[in-house]
């Protein structure tokens, strides 16, 4: 039986319908509030607005939780690998062994990037940042793999090959920015296996794969593979909306997700700790600025719109850190210096009593750097991971029969009407 709660605006009464998520969730279904009372809402950043219902992933921001298609990150990542995950994200279920073994025999079929593209690569200004190359090259696989039609095999085929094209893209970027020869993918290695040999593998040095980096690289897509509605996301379920095709939607996202405050801030955690490593800063000094109202400057790495307390994904994030840092006897001062922030941001009242913790990103960097990913490609490597999602978000905009096209509204506070003075008038 249908909730309902009710509203008087200007006297008069009005009942709106509650909608109720499978873990509880309540929100008021307002579709038709403008046109029963001639209002709106007005939520800058959408803290207090669902854009949409999904069955994809739940967050609960309170308890620390994140569960895709129900299954908490946690056994994700300890039990599944990122090939696994991105089939759960986008198809709802686990795939049997029949179906994880032909996503991969799909997934290395549709490996190969059109070899035209290396143009557009070598033409890139040398100090572009790849997640501009990466936004724009994504867009352009549409120019060379159209999608005839939105009937399902095709939409199958598009999405896997941007699955699949993806890391090729990345590695390349990497490959020819530094002036080398790129490499191909092998039809015998993982998905993770696969990038890492593409970006690490030299005709003069092979590169040695070894498991504990693949699986660590598995574990850190793993943690960033979705996050409901966060800004990149709904930017691809917007620019979408415009029934736009799957390459440019995801292109938006790359492109929201380059952002500091967003997946940016991986790059942007580092930057902050080699500053503090190289004198520039101390970490006494880092919290003051981070805390006053008069200094732009943000403690990156901590803080989020959803999770008011320890982010899930960085407590797993800094068990990797270690783990992956002992197992190759690596000592990196950036994580002593990471410790030591988040010990005084953590004892500091301004952090308490705004709930802010470490996020996904305030590790991450210092695992990627131990496997060797240079820091400009840091973001490129959030969006990797971030693609089975953004995916099946947009998959799930294209099945929903009520998808509308995303257009808010806005309170309008400019002049009013006023008359058009001709130039010569003019003051
Ligand atoms: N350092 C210092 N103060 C902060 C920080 C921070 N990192 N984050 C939030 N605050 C303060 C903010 O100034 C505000 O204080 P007051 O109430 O006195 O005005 C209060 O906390 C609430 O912040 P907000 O800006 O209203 O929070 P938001 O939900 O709009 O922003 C955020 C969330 C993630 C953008 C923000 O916490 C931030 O800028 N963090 C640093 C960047 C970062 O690490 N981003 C990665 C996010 S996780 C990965 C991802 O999803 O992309």
């Known amino acids: 039986m249908t909730e309902y709660v009710k509203m008087i605006i200007e006297g008069k009464e009005y009942e709106f319908p509650v909608v109720i998520g499978t873990e509880g969730e309540r929100g008021i279904d307002i579709t038709t509030l403008r046109q029963k009372t001639g209002y709106i809402t007005l939520d800058p950043g959408f803290g207090n607005t669902g854009s949409c219902e999904s069955k994809i992933t739940f967050m609960d921001g309170e308890k620390g939780i994140l569960r895709y298609r129900g299954i908490p990150v946690e056994d994700l990542a300890e039990h599944s690998t990122f090939k696994e995950t991105a089939f759960l994200l986008i198809n709802g279920v686990l795939p049997t062994r029949a179906q994880l073994n032909r996503f991969s025999v799909l ?84 998905y993770c296996g696969n990038f890492l040999n593409m970006m690490f593998d030299t005709p003069v040095r092979p590169y040695e794969i070894d498991e504990d980096v693949v699986n660590a690289l598995s574990v850190l897509w793993i943690l960033h593979a979705d996050h409901e509605q966060n800004c990149s996301t709904s930017a691809v379920r917007v620019v979408g909306s415009g029934r736009v095709n799957l390459y440019a939607s995801i292109s938006a996202g790359i492109a929201a997700l380059w952002g500091p405050l967003h997946g940016g801030a991986n790059q942007k955690v580092i930057e902050m700790l080699k500053m503090i490593h190289q004198g ?74 705004r709930n802010l913790y470490p996020n996904v990103d305030f590790y991450s960097g210092i695992v990627l750097r131990a496997m060797g990913i240079p820091t400009n490609m840091f973001t490129v490597m959030f969006a990797i991971g971030r693609l089975p999602g953004w995916i099946a978000q947009w998959k799930e905009s294209v099945d929903d029969p009520d998808w509308r096209i995303a257009r808010p509204r806005q309170i309008y506070q400019g002049q009013q009407v006023s008359r058009y003075i001709p130039l010569d008038e003019r003051g």
């Open 107 to 190: 997934l290395n079929d549709h490996s190969l990037v059109h070899e035209d593209m290396q143009i557009f690569y070598q033409n890139f200004p040398r100090a572009s940042h790849p997640m501009g190359i990466l936004s724009s090259m994504v867009n352009a696989l549409r120019s060379f793999y159209p999608v005839l039609q939105m009937i399902e095999e095709e939409i199958n085929i598009t999405v896997t090959r941007l699955l699949s094209k993806i890391r090729t893209m990345a590695a390349m970027s990497y490959k020819i920015s530094r002036g080398h020869k790129v490499v191909y993918p092998r039809p015998d290695l993982s």
């Open 280 to 353: 520039g800063e101390n970490v006494k000094k880092i919290i003051e600025r981070a805390k006053d109202k008069n200094d732009p400057f943000r403690l990156m790495g901590f803080g989020h719109r959803v999770y008011k307390t320890y982010d899930p994904r960085a407590k797993i994030m800094k068990k990797m850190c270690h783990r992956v840092l002992n197992k190759f006897k690596i000592e990196d001062p950036l994580l002593d210096i990471a410790m030591e922030l988040e010990e005084a941001a953590v004892n500091d009242d301004y952090f308490l009593e």
